[in-house]
């Protein structure tokens, strides 16, 4: 029997290339009269087994400001994973391609976006464990939309699992890096570094540094610097979310709050 997930590949045409992730090749859709970013799972990528068995979960987080995982094709190889299609694409290369043009308006509704997808995240109890600015996509309208939430417990590809080369260290809290201790208090942390990355219009942080050495810098309690377009205030959450202790991190309800409250001032 087939689940409720699964999509009929005759709605599906399949289009042009869109990128390269971590499962395999992006492409662009269309499903029902409906454009579509379609994720083709290269052979060996993917947990498929484990990812089945959690798509029904997946499925059901649904907010406006994630995007959104309309079902799958499973019936052949490379199996098709089918999301909502957001025109502007990933935010790193957005803002790197729109440097100086991006408005201080703009800059804070994305942190509050990102914010408001955390805030339902965090409610639902579920653990995004790999949030950063290259995870989320930006609509037609320049709406931020959270993207990739849990999938990095289906890679296969070790190199990025175990701390080495590909592991998003710049992003994760110290437990994360000490002990593989995810919570929605890591994604908090890694929240912030995504506030900086937007604030320093897609730069990479801690740019000259090696994983090793930032590691170094974050147990001797040196944090990212304000970046040059950052209020103040906007500075002091990111600081706020960087705290050594988890607990001492605000939740993402909060921020939320403050992110707006800045945003309407
Ligand atoms: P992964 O997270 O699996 O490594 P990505 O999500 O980064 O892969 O996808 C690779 C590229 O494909 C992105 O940088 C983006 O340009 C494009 N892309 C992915 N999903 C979408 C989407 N829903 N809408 C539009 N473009 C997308």
Redesign the pocket.
Known sequence: ASEEWELDMEDLTLGAE??????GL?LEGLWRGEKV?V?TIREGAMSEEEFKEEANVMMKVSHPKL?KLYGMCTQQSPMYLV?????N??LT?FLRSRKGCVSQEILLGMCVDVSEAMAYLESSNFIHRDLAA??C?VSGNLVVKV??FG?TRFVLDDQYTSYTSKFPVKWSSPEVIRYNKFSSKSDVWSFGVLMWEVYSEGRLPYECRSNAEVVESLNAGLRLLRPRLCPEPVYQLMQWCWKEKPEDRPSFVLLLHELASLAES
């Open positions: 869109l990128g390269s992730g971590q499962f992006v970013a994720k995007v999301f909502e299609f957001l025109e694409g990933c290369e290259r995870n996509l993207s990739d999938m």
